[in-house]
């Protein structure tokens, strides 16, 4: 990784290797400090909870969230009420945080029924521990404040709060610096308290770099991590554990291809495996088809599936597991299929986990096997955009 310079108001951990190489441009602070956690115990790694902050703006989350991506379409029909009760059944189970975006069809809509009547119907201790992360995936226009806002406000709107918890921000095109126009104006809204913490979604090092040059509050930086996909600790997670910003991960378990449902299979035979029949489960297939083929996953499982057996959980247990106890990362998705299907019991053992050196080692040499997706692919974020 080539030299960076990070500004004054990151502070540096003790690690020679890394801080070494880092440059500070500048003395002058800007208002959002933040303080680095440089340890990271087993009883950290094991925490039900994690802390995202920069500065005074802090959020706590629960580490395995609920992802809301399957409310969007192309995983089956949602019912409102079923999948409302389903929120329920996970947040009282300890499952607190959800995770949606403006274009997940109705999930910041669910979530706004769901928190009205979690309001009405269970304790303000309850409340107090739920959490609601959404995200912003603006077209490429002129970022200007009322437009900012406005959009901002619909969220809200929808989602029934007076203050987003977390607002994660995405954007296409990186030639088009009207990012940090927007970003500079969602600040704004941060200050005014309508968004409580300010992150980002699938951006890559370096521009999470310029970012927090400009003095950006940014907690965290959610990106696809996996067993196979392990790019975000080939850059990405040295410059967080730098600067403090924390990682949230989804495909931790590859749209359900890390289980063992597709143990012991051959999706190539048609009506011979199981069918690749929801979005998340072709979308992971082609990841892959870039790290491997299908025996080398096929090996990859085997092995989970020996971890798991030894410790009497699953396969998508162990894939969470490992993704949590790498550098930087503060929380992993666990997609929820609302009102059709339950993890709840998977999640929760994720909690109980520990994986032991052994453990960690032999899964570590088959993801290694693999190509280096960095190369292949690029950064954390790159497989959604078109580099020129």
Known sequence: MAAISVPSRLLFCGNPSLSSSVVPRSRKSPKASSPIRCVSTMEEKNARTATLQSGSNSMVICRVLNGMWQTSGGWGRIDRDDAVEAMFRHADAGLTTFDMADHYGPAEDLYGIFINRIRRERPPELLEEIRGLTKWVPPPVKMTSDYVRNNIDISRKRMDVTSLDMLQFHWWDYSNTGYLDALKHLTDL??????????????????????LEKGIPIVSNQVQHSVVDMRPQKKMAE???????QLITYGTVMGGLL?????????????????????SLQKYKRMVDAWGNWSLFQILLQTMKKVA????????????????NQQAVAGSMVGVRLGLSEHIKDANAIFSLTLDDEDM???TEV????????????????EYRRRA
């Open 361 to 363: 080692k032999c899964i």
């Open 259 to 279: 289980s063992e449902k597709f143990l012991d299979t051959n999706v190539s035979i048609p009506f011979v495996g199981p069918p690749l029949n929801t979005p």
């Open 367 to 382: 993801s290694e096997q693999g190509k280096d997706l960095l190369k292949t692919i690029g950064d954390c974020g790159d």
């Open 190 to 211: 941060n200050e005014q308290g309508k968004i409580k913490t300010l992150a980002l979604t699938n951006f890559d090092t370096e521009r999470l770099h310029v970012i």
């Open 239 to 245: 410059l967080c554990q730098l600067v403090g910003v």
């Open 309 to 324: 057996s030894k410790h009497g959980v699953s396969i998508p247990t162990v894939a969470v597991r490992y993704i949590l």
